[in-house]
């Protein structure tokens, strides 16, 4: 780990500035992690002596609040001022073809970058380009036109020679090879603001092409699929609140597509909401007592289901009962509800209890230039990403949905490139896909010599951050 003389003084003086509480805390996890005797103190020597995946292990296993802010801040900057590493060996001889990924994080970070970078030079917002290539990955057409119109939420991609349907679970490499084919010539440098809007055509004729009817394609409307509230509970009633935030956060984690069935998530939401809402109150500001220890929440949330009124409701799903109860590990339940008191904890530790001042925080009303605003959503997305059950990706999407639709007024179109909601993107598989492929990283070449039976969109992703975004 390189320091220079100046960052060895800040360490020093940060360190001697942070509470005697904290810095115990933070000589637990320094011991923990590098597997030395607790010093007793710290100096900057011995952050020097460390290896960098150990410095971000410190700076991930933190638990941050108002008393160690500036101690957590200083380890994103000295992470973020080292050089490059060296392209990391790719693990692609496991039996089920399945590719390692070093320092995961990092690369779902350079996704991102590159994203405003690609953006900037399309004279478009870094959301518009989220939004745009997430559908063309996905094939999701909710909030495009009403699914309900054409009972289904997938839509079939066409050429001249044959037509190419993109489901879940269909290898995609046929409809990535239709899509790099027809803008094989138009990446890196001549990814421009005429690029972006002929791919947009281009999608929206393979729409025309696969709806039922052409009255379908009348209600297409790009900008409004961009301010599509998946999460209808953000815009219900008086916002924020706990309640939907609570249903939101929860419901975030199984767009990672963690598996369970449709009740079966239902009766999470509701449970947990309900136990939730049990422990904190339907009210803006956390009771001062929440700061409670995970061990005892957890009890509490047995005590609750033990004695939950409504029998009807567990024995629909009867199976599902077990593990609701028992919280075993690798389970949903106690996923979600790590995830819930990771949650709470952070806003009454961090926002005064307050879900108003949270929100606030997220959306940075004060921040106008596009540098600020993308360091700031870099820093929420690396904290929120350690998050029980979330990530990078998930962080994202957590930060973009809970204030997209309310900040983006279709109205007010002019104000969105001062609006942090605008500046949100997700480095999920499509968009690793797509940037691999318009950075020029990743070639039409490349893609064509992919094994087919190892590679489809999730592996595809897995080998772009292994082998191009790991320098």
Request: glycine content about 4%; overall charge neutral.
């Amino acid at each position: 780990m390189k320091l220079t003389p100046s960052q060895e003084d800040k360490f020093t003086n940060i360190f001697n500035n942070t509470g005697m509480k904290e810095r115990a805390k933070f000589l637990r996890l320094y011991e923990r992690i590098t597997t030395r005797a607790n010093p007793g103190y710290l100096y900057s020597s011995h952050i020097k002596d460390l290896q960098l995946r150990q410095v971000v292990k410190l700076r991930d296993g933190m638990n941050v609040n108002p008393q160690n802010q500036e101690l957590f801040n200083f380890l994103v900057d000295l992470v973020e001022a080292q050089p490059q590493q060296v392209n990391h060996p790719i693990q692609v001889d496991s039996p089920r073809g399945e590719i390692n990924v070093p320092n995961r994080k990092d690369a779902e970070f350079r996704i991102a970058d590159y994203i405003n970078v690609l953006a900037a030079q399309a004279k478009i917002l870094p959301i518009e380009f989220d939004r745009f290539f997430y559908l063309l990955g996905s094939g999701k057409c909710s909030g495009l036109i009403d699914v309900k119109k054409i009972n289904r939420d997938k839509f079939k991609f066409s050429n001249n020679e044959k037509d190419i349907t993109h489901k879940k679970n269909n290898n995609p490499l046929d409809f990535y090879k239709v899509f790099f084919e027809n803008f094989k010539d138009k990446t890196d440098v001549n990814f421009t603001e005429n690029t972006f809007i002929e791919m947009k055509d281009w999608l929206f004729e393979q729409y025309k092409d696969s709806l039922s009817s052409n009255k379908y394609f009348e209600d297409l409307n790009f900008e409004k699929y961009i301010v599509y509230p998946y999460y209808p509970e953000l815009l219900n009633g008086e916002f924020p609140s706990f309640d939907s935030l609570l249903v939101f956060s929860v419901g975030n984690r199984y767009a990672s597509g963690a598996k369970a069935s449709n009740k079966y998530k239902d009766l999470i939401f509701k449970l947990v909401k309900e136990f939730s809402l049990s422990v904190i109150g339907n009210i803006d500001i956390l009771p001062k007592d929440l700061v409670i220890n995970r061990q005892h929440f957890k009890n509490q949330w047995k005590d609750y289901t033990r004695n939950y009124p409504d029998k009807n409701t567990l024995n629909e799903i009867n199976e599902s009962w077990p593990e609701i109860l028992t919280l075993e590990d690798n389970k949903n339940p106690k996923k979600d509800l790590d995830l819930i008191f990771d949650l709470l904890s952070n806003i009454s530790s961090k926002h005064q209890g307050s879900i108003n001042e949270f929100y606030k925080y997220v959306t940075a009303p004060h921040l106008k230039s596009s540098g600020e605003i993308n360091i700031h959503i870099r820093k929420l997305t690396r904290e929120y990403s350690n998050l029980s059950g979330y990530g990078v990706p998930l962080a994202a999407n957590f930060i973009k949905d809970l204030q997209l639709a309310r900040e983006l007024n279709l109205d007010q179109r002019d104000i969105w490139p001062t609006k942090t909601a605008a500046f949100c993107s997700k480095p999920d598989l499509h968009l690793v896909n797509f940037v691999s492929f318009l950075s020029g990283r990743l070639t039409f070449e490349d893609f064509s010599k992919l094994d087919r039976e190892n590679y489809n969109a999730t592996n595809l992703s897995k080998y772009c951050l292994a082998h191009y975004w790991q320098e």
